[in-house]
């Protein structure tokens, strides 16, 4: 008896210590004392809800070798596609980060949340805001642990932080413990609550090491748009995080076992772990780097506007024209951006090693699931927020509804799927994957989901269960003209993707947080992209003509009007 009670007090104080941020060899020598002697590792019950692992990345486009382009090191992202699903025409619904997030993470479309933008908070956009239950909140009030590490939300403001980029993410609804903020800004300094000192600040902190490295490659600072350095992972966002998550991994699946041994059933964690990069800015180690060869890399082959593209469709790439090294040398003429190809190359090479650097944390992670015994009960869901455009069209960034803005990678992983290392063709969007988990977790339906459950495609890779894929976008400025300054002047483009065809509306919106619509009587511009026969291994054969204005598909925009305004109307 004495010897339970003992180790039912050492679980307590491993509970506390993992809540205060203390290190991880205090826990496992905590769990050691309160375990040794009691024999062989036991297994988990059937019984036990399964955990889940919830992987987002920021920016990442389906450029990925599993997605067919063996140029990309990413065997991690590979490593864990052989054990689930890979959905290849997954869709966000907002091609920027805030309101993508958002959406998926609520799992209502932008039009509902009224989150269209970066900047405002959806408890206070949502006529019952502070009743909508978060994904996380969910399976927090059904009996989860949720923990969150990196940028799941949009930190800041967007989440009901204090200033325009810090705190948030949600708390306290969203988790059970206090949130570990790591982002970076693009001077290279750590980015959290803690490490810019905000009263009971938590996150990560960088070292004087590595403050001492960044100084001595000069980037420190200086806000570059890429930057290959001698500092260790550590010195990096990726690496912070991927250091937490595996601590409370540890954690975990110490905490189980002790469970397991004890007869008693674990509290099941829901972890959400999200990878800064390959955000801009594309910085990582030289190593990473060292992976692509200026000799392997190949730019795109349409760097202009598709042909008779409306001017409200396109993107300046104002993103990427603020760094001092790329607003000099990009070349904006008209409504058109073109980059010259040595800075196209850098740029591509930095991105891509970004991937890279972010995949090799993501096995560190997944090696940590294993090693503490817990994938065998664990779902794992993997997605980016929205896609990204290097150079296609002349595009550098999201912030379109474009293929390569809105195409995302997305991978399930659970542990009652019927088939694994399978790949869907089947037309998914980011909102499917709240009700995916509730399925596959066996949790009460959230009330008022817009998504669909993939858990049918999961048991069968054939099957489908959506018709079609829809994002929009607010356009603030159409070419070089003057900024709209206010919402209320932005025009709204409505896009759906089929299996054959993309099709986009760009309407005048009223964005009253009350009923926001669209107008459909003044219409800005009409797109239609054939994608049918799409070559699979290309980032840009595709979207280079717009079929709008082409009367031989006369019938096909009436037709694809006519669902969007059924989709969009209800």
């Known amino acids: 008896m004495a010897s339970l009670i003992w180790a039912a007090v050492t679980m307590i104080t491993l509970l506390a210590e993992l809540s205060s941020g203390s290190r991880v060899e205090n826990e496992n020598r905590i769990h050691q004392d309160a375990v040794r002697g009691r024999g062989s590792q036991a297994t988990m019950t059937s019984a036990t809800r399964p955990n889940v692992l919830f992987f987002g990345v920021d920016d990442l486009r389906p450029e990925l070798a599993s997605y067919g382009f063996d140029f990309m090191h990413t ?42 933008t970066i900047g405002p908070y959806f408890r206070n956009t949502m006529p019952d805001g502070p009743a909508i239950k978060t994904m996380p909140q969910w399976f927090k009030e059904h009996g989860y642990n949720t923990t969150g590490i990196g940028k799941i939300f949009h930190p800041g403001a967007s989440s009901g932080g204090p200033t325009r980029d810090e705190g948030g993410a949600d708390m306290p609804y969203s988790w059970s413990q206090p949130y570990f903020f790591c982002d970076q800004f693009t001077n ?19 070292s004087q090491a590595c403050i001492e490295c960044f100084t001595k490659a000069g980037t420190w600072g200086h806000p570059v ?23 409370r991994l540890d954690f975990y699946g110490q905490q189980q076992k002790f469970h397991a041994e004890q007869g008693t059933e674990a509290e099941p964690f829901f972890l959400a772990v999200g990878f800064k990069r390959p955000h801009l800015a594309f910085k990582a180690p030289r190593k990473y780097f060292d992976l692509y060869p200026n000799d392997t890399i190949q730019l795109a082959k349409y760097k202009h506007r ?6 409200v469709a396109y993107y300046m790439s104002g993103e990427i024209r603020g760094y001092p090294d790329v607003g000099p040398v990009l070349n904006v003429s008209g409504c058109e951006t073109v980059m010259p190809d040595w800075k196209a190359l850098e740029l591509r090479q930095a991105y891509y090693s970004s991937v ?3 995949d090799a944390h993501l096995g560190l992670v ?18 980016g927020d929205h896609g990204y455009q290097l150079g296609e069209h002349g595009e550098w960034g999201k912030c379109t509804n474009f293929e390569l803005a809105t195409h995302v990678p997305l991978i399930i992983s659970a542990p009652t799927q019927a088939k694994r290392n399978t790949k869907s063709k089947a037309l998914v969007e980011l909102l499917d994957i709240f009700p995916t988990l509730l399925e596959l977790t066996g949790l009460p339906t959230a009330p008022e989901l817009e998504g669909t459950s ?6 069968d890779p054939t099957r489908s269960v959506n018709d079609f894929a829809m994002s929009q976008y607010p356009r603030a400025q159409v070419c070089n003209k003057k900024r709209n300054k206010r919402l209320q002047d932005f025009p709204m483009g409505y896009t759906i993707r089929t299996l054959e065809f993309r099709y986009t509306e760009w309407l005048k919106f009223n964005y009253s947080l009350a009923a926001p619509h669209p107008i459909w009587t003044k219409t800005y ?11 699979e291994s290309s980032m840009d054969d595709f979207e280079n003509e717009n079929l709008a204005l082409n009367s031989d598909y006369a019938d096909t925009v009436q037709k694809m009007h006519g669902l969007l305004h059924s989709i969009v109307s209800g």
């Open 75 to 116: 065997p991690s992202i590979t490593r864990l596609a052989e054990r689930g699903t890979q959905f290849n025409n997954a869709y966000c619904q907002v091609a920027v980060c805030s309101p993508s997030r958002t959406s998926l993470l609520t799992g209502r479309r932008p039009d509902t949340t009224r989150i269209w």
């Open 188 to 206: 290279d300094t750590v980015q959290s609550t803690a490490m810019q000192h905000f009263p009971n600040g938590t996150g990560c902190v960088q």
């Open 225 to 247: 748009s890429l930057a290959a350095t001698d500092c260790p992972d550590e010195c990096y966002p990726e690496g912070l995080i991927s250091n937490e998550a595996v601590r």
């Open 306 to 311: 598709p042909t008779d593209m409306p001017d």
């Open 356 to 358: 890279s650097l972010t």
């Open 366 to 383: 997944l090696d940590a699931l294993d090693s503490n015994g817990l994938s065998n009960n664990t779902i794992v869901v993997f997605w």
């Open 454 to 459: 993939l858990v049918p495609i999961l048991n």
């Open 525 to 535: 511009g009409r797109e239609l992209y054939a994608h049918s026969g799409d070559d």
